[in-house]
């Protein structure tokens, strides 16, 4: 007689709420597997076959919470019902599914079918009552995957590595299925060591302002420069890497900002009281720093507690595609321009480019990206769209500038476009304060 715990997981029956309450197996909602039952069958499962036959599963129903609120927690009780007999429908003998609570959900699947249960997962449809008439909703999921690669295991493991997949995934913006590697879970552990010592970090002073010179190539003139942060943190540096885009995720890139555009604004104030003439000075905000409703009101503040010039700070910030972050990066640099503080676009051409940027955004400077010159060999197309933008930022009064230029073949493509002032490693690279206070006395290249 097979043991009653296997009539959870097989294609075979769903325990009634009723049945559900009265066993200590069950998830009550759903009546599948609870998260003991489930590990216990898992093992089971693994014990019976080989290990590396299995991938593990931790997904969640993407924007549950919208569903709730637009169908009432009673509706959303019955959509995880129905979602439970979904995913009990799919799975078959040898494999098992269980839930967490919520809109939590786990599954052991063999290895052969992982592809087919991704692609399950991403469009359950289930029939709803909407208004006393049926609607067909579309559930798609978040997923972490763990795939079984060795014989040992401890049992924790089986929901402990897909649920950091399903971590990393929701971090991720865009991001639905991420199998859980060795090179992942480095990265996930970077985000915990990140965001675990940031604040202690920023207090110390660990951040280091660098600054990389904008070279006019036209007399090989520093003209401006770019304040680069960097972690100087038990010794060794931290890539920026490995910790702005964690900082960006949770939001405590603003901190971090506001912190450069102090020791920026600092730096200038210290050359100017030692008779050294200052450049303008660039520095980036984060799109995410626009979640900030007194970002541009800050950043004044800021520039005139410290007694310099506004003229010789430029705030660098990045387009966007989402029509509501645009609408908002719209009225910041409108707020910046009205409170007297030069702006620039930076990134221009990574990726999506539309030229309405260049008649929307009231910004003194066009950066243009790297990609538009990263490659060996440039054709006539590369030097005809380069031109006509150039061409059209300087007619909107706009400063030029390319950043990533490394080769005198691509200093010749940008100058024949119409730009002459280069920002990268062929004139050089990020710079500690006090080497860039060299070139500041002697600003001949």
């Known amino acids: 007689m097979r043991p009653s715990v296997s009539c959870f997981f097989y294609n075979e029956i769903i325990f ?5 309450e009265k066993s200590a197996m069950t998830q009550y909602l759903s009546g599948l597997p609870n998260a003991g039952a489930y590990v216990n069958q898992a093992i ?4 019976a076959g080989v290990p590396s036959d299995y991938s593990a599963f931790y997904f969640d129903i993407r924007g549950f919470s919208r569903i709730n ?6 509706q959303g009780d019955g959509i995880i019902r129905r979602y439970g007999r979904k995913l009990v429908e799919f799975i078959q003998k ?3 599914v269980g839930h967490l609570g919520g809109d939590k959900f786990v599954a052991m699947i063999r290895q052969e079918r992982k592809d ?7 469009d359950v449809v289930i029939e709803i009552d909407k208004d006393g008439s049926p609607e067909k909703l579309h559930i798609s999921a978040t ?12 049992p924790s493991e089986i929901i402990g590595r897909p649920s950091l997949g399903l971590s990393y995934a929701k971090s991720e913006l865009g991001t639905t299925v991420v199998s859980v590697t060795d090179a992942a879970l480095e990265k996930l552990n970077q985000k915990k060591t990140v965001l675990g010592t940031y604040r202690d970090a920023l207090e110390n002073d660990e951040f280091i302002v660098y600054y990389q010179p904008k070279v006019d190539s036209r007399g090989n003139i520093l003209v401006g420069a770019e304040g680069l942060v960097r972690w100087m943190h038990d010794g060794e540096m931290v890539s920026p890497g490995v910790f702005i885009p964690p900082l960006e995720q949770n939001g405590d890139i603003l901190l971090l900002d506001y912190y450069v555009l102090q020791r920026a604004c600092a730096d200038i104030r210290g050359w100017v009281k030692a008779g050294l003439e200052p450049v303008v000075i660039s520095v980036n905000f984060s799109r995410k720093d626009l979640a900030d409703r007194h970002l541009a009101e800050n950043i004044f503040n800021i520039i005139e507690e410290s007694g310099i010039d506004k003229s010789l700070i430029e705030i660098e910030v990045t387009e966007t595609v989402d029509e509501e972050e645009h609408g908002t990066l719209t009225e910041f640099i409108n707020s910046l321009c009205d409170l007297g503080i ?3 676009i930076d990134d221009f051409g990574a990726g999506y480019s539309s030229l309405s940027t260049l008649r929307e955004f009231r910004a003194n400077t066009l950066k243009i990206d790297r990609s538009f010159i990263n490659t060996d060999d440039f054709s006539w197309k590369d030097e005809v769209i380069l031109t006509d933008i150039i061409h059209m930022a300087g007619e909107l009064g706009m400063d030029v500038i390319t950043e990533g230029v490394e080769r005198e073949d691509q200093l010749a493509l940008v100058n024949n476009a119409g730009c002459h002032v280069i920002q990268g490693f062929f004139y050089d690279r ?5 080497e860039f206070e060299k070139r500041l006395m002697d600003k001949q290249y």
Do not use: H
């Open 16 to 20: 009634t709420n009723e049945q559900a």
């Open 430 to 434: 990020p710079l500690p304060k006090e």
């Open 69 to 74: 609120r637009k169908y009432g927690q009673m």
């Open 116 to 122: 087919a249960f991704i692609a399950f997962l991403s």
């Open 94 to 96: 040898n494999e098992c």
């Open 143 to 154: 997923i972490g995957e763990w795939d079984i690669e060795r014989d040992e295991i401890d």
């Open 44 to 47: 089971r499962l693994v014990m």
């Open 342 to 344: 030069r702006t620039a």
